[in-house]
T-cell receptor
Framework: AAGVIQSPRHLIKEKRETATLKCYPI?????VYWYQQGPGQDPQFLIS???????DKGSIPDRFSAQQFSDYHSELNMSSLELGDSALYFC???????????FGPGTRLLVL | GENVEQHPSTLSVQEGDSAVIKCTYS??????FPWYKQELGKRPQLIID?????GEKKDQRIAVTLNKTAKHFSLHITETQPEDSAVYFC????????????FGKGTHLIIQP
């Protein structure tokens, strides 16, 4: 079965640079969620979109923004990167706004 | 906001024995409680979930119980196998409006051969 696709899988950036992470949800899924997971920590919810509209907002820094496009894929834009932004970034998708969330393989971001 | 407490942080059991992981939550509006299994460097994988209109749910060796009055839910794994070794996370959300999940801190389950 098709799963959530994330790109790139690995990313290395310098401090103060920008990064864009992409997420392609499971076909027919219209809701996407972004999570950040630091080493040895639990996933922290950042933001979600349902039918291309921002739906819920968590601990997303002001330096980050995201959007969902007409084909339901989503992009997380991260600016002025800091060392502390180094983490695994997961995208999850669901069918409808109240359904089970399925996680993608993640993007590992390293900020040097 | 929601706060989810998870215990224990590490659990070591003999292969074939049962494992129980417990979580409590703070927001009485929460009504969706999934459990995820995560192996090192991999994605969280849903293993079972329960909604507030159900007190117990079972899927083969895995079961989850929910006590809404006590704001408490538990994961039970029977006949544990080496491949059950992983970090397990409980989570909670209101289950509507594309709500993000609030996760517990995780339990590192170790199955001793």
């Amino acid at each position: 079965a098709a799963g959530v696709i994330q790109s790139p899988r690995h990313l290395i950036k310098e401090k103060r640079e920008t990064a864009t992470l992409k997420c392609y949800p499971i076909p027919r899924h219209d809701t996407v969620y972004w999570y950040q997971q630091g080493p040895g920590q639990d996933p922290q919810f950042l933001i979600s979109f349902y039918e291309k509209m921002q739906s819920d907002k968590g601990s997303i820094p002001d330096r980050f923004s995201a959007q969902q496009f007409s084909d339901y894929h989503s992009e997380l834009n991260m600016s002025s990167l800091e060392l502390g932004d180094s983490a695994l970034y997961f995208c999850a998708s669901s069918e409808g706004s109240q359904e089970t969330q399925y996680f993608g393989p993640g993007t590992r971001l390293l900020v040097l | 906001g929601e706060n989810v407490e998870q215990h224990p942080s590490t659990l070591s059991v003999q292969e074939g024995d049962s494992a129980v992981i417990k979580c409590t939550y703070s927001d009485s509006a929460s009504n969706y409680f999934p459990w995820y299994k995560q192996e090192l460097g991999k994605r969280p994988q849903l293993i079972i979930d329960i909604r507030s209109n159900v007190g117990e749910k079972k899927d083969q060796r895995i079961a989850v119980t929910l006590n809404k009055t006590a704001k408490h839910f538990s994961l039970h794994i029977t006949e544990t196998q080496p491949e059950d070794s992983a970090v397990y996370f409980c989570a909670a959300s209101e289950g509507g409006g594309a709500d993000g999940l609030t996760f517990g801190k995780g339990t590192h389950l170790i199955i001793q051969p």
